[in-house]
């Protein structure tokens, strides 16, 4: 293929070697890439570690050779600075988080421009918010809204009061099913209730700190149940839990 440009947000760093490091970037062209980036001394790989630490969003040329699994890049640019995401840092911690999540559970390398557009509009509007409550809970949002686009989403015209969530089908049903991975139905209600939040309401959202961390456990669950189970191993979940 050759030189090809990619708009991609930043999910992971690795150091490769005493020069290079590989990023795993979501692109808006390919879907899921490995990404090879200059990491040594000096002021461009300075430059480069400061626009790749995730999440970032960038404009970058990828050399795409067949048989290649990593791809070398040039011209690394920012599409949008997120310079609150890079200097507060509560929002820097839940970016982070989000970051992670992502890096485990988006592993198709297909194209999927709507999937990228949502990641980037969601970080410009991290980057903008200004109401403590709506930062708190922007990243449970987050992630239940991306479950739509990666195709998980529990089918919501399934639910009435007092049924439960079967995790697994991702449907409400009057009974529990013959397995473990359910929610009781209070979970179950608080669950179906979400399909109502968006970032515009995300400040009347009045959780608790416990119901805050249920919510997130419940989302976090649905997702390793269908895309990942290495979400148990989450190094950023501790920190973000006592920020909120």
Same mark, same amino acid.
Request: aromatic residues 8%; proline residues 12%; charged residues 25%.
């Given at each position: 293929m050759g030189k090809v440009d990619l708009n991609i947000v930043t999910l992971r760093r690795v150091r490769y070697s005493d020069r290079h490091c590989i990023v795993t970037a979501w692109s808006r062209e390919m879907g899921r890439v490995s990404l090879l980036v200059a990491d040594g001394a000096g002021r461009t790989a300075a430059r480069s570690r400061a626009l790749?630490?995730?999440p970032g969003l960038l404009e970058c040329v990828a050399d795409i050779r067949p048989g290649r699994d990593i791809y070398t890049v040039s011209q690394l640019?920012?599409?949008v600075?997120?310079?609150? +995401?890079r200097s507060n840092p +509560?929002?820097?911690m839940v970016a982070m988080f989000l970051a992670e999540v992502m890096a485990a559970v988006m592993n198709e390398s297909q194209p999927d421009s709507a999937t990228f557009d949502y990641i980037s509009l969601s970080l410009r509007l991290l980057d903008d918010?200004?109401?403590d409550t709506a930062i708190a809970n922007f990243h449970i949002c987050f992630l239940y809204q991306l479950g739509r686009f990666l195709g998980i989403e529990p089918d919501v015209s399934t639910w009435r009061q007092g049924r439960v969530l079967d995790m697994r089908d991702g449907v409400f049903r009057t009974t529990p099913p013959p397995h473990a991975d359910f929610l009781d139905q /209070?979970?179950?209600a608080t669950a179906a209730s979400m399909t109502r939040m968006t970032f515009a309401n995300l400040r009347c959202w009045k959780f608790?700190?416990?119901g805050r961390n249920r919510a997130l456990d419940t989302v976090l669950? /649905?997702?390793s149940l269908h895309l990942s189970p290495g979400l148990n191993g989450l190094q950023s979940l501790d920190v973000l839990r006592s920020l909120f």
């Open positions: 790749t630490a995730p640019r920012p599409i600075p997120l310079a609150q +995401v +509560v929002k820097g918010l200004t109401d /209070y979970d179950s608790t700190r416990d669950r /649905y997702l």
